[in-house]
């Protein structure tokens, strides 16, 4: 009898501490907990897209569109519109160059270097910096 007790006794008390644990972590929102990061995570990767596109004209529509589909208010249209204008360059530079440093064949990257150098984009220098960068990346 006694040993009865004893295991009934065990059983209600682990029953009590699953359900002094378990209530609190169903009843929490796993929703409100991830929903914020995965938003600004979508931001990010938005701004980053927007930033890719070189058509000024394309860049005004898809921000006149988020503002029409009530996505966006006129202040933040203004400032992602601010946002491109300012960044747009630099973010386009360090993809191109990220993407040549990424490149297999020297020989296609110093091609498109010399294009960029012909069609005055880039300095004789910087085609240098540039090539030397992807040899000692490549060469080991």
Known sequence: ??????????ILLVLVVATVWAVPAFAADPVESTAP?????SKVRILARLLLIQDEAKVDAII?????????????AIK???FWTNRHQQF???VVITRLLWAKDGANVQA???KGVAAGKITEGQ??????????????
């Open 1 to 10: 009898m006694k040993k009865k007790i004893t295991i009934i006794g065990a």
């Open 37 to 41: 990061n995965t938003h600004q995570v």
């Open 64 to 76: 006149a569109k988020a503002q029409n589909d009530g996505k966006i208010n006129e202040e933040q």
């Open 80 to 82: 992602i519109k601010e």
């Open 92 to 94: 386009l530079r360090r």
């Open 112 to 114: 498109f270097l010399d």
């Open 127 to 140: 085609a240098v910096k540039i090539m030397a960068l992807w040899t000692s990346l490549h060469t080991k």
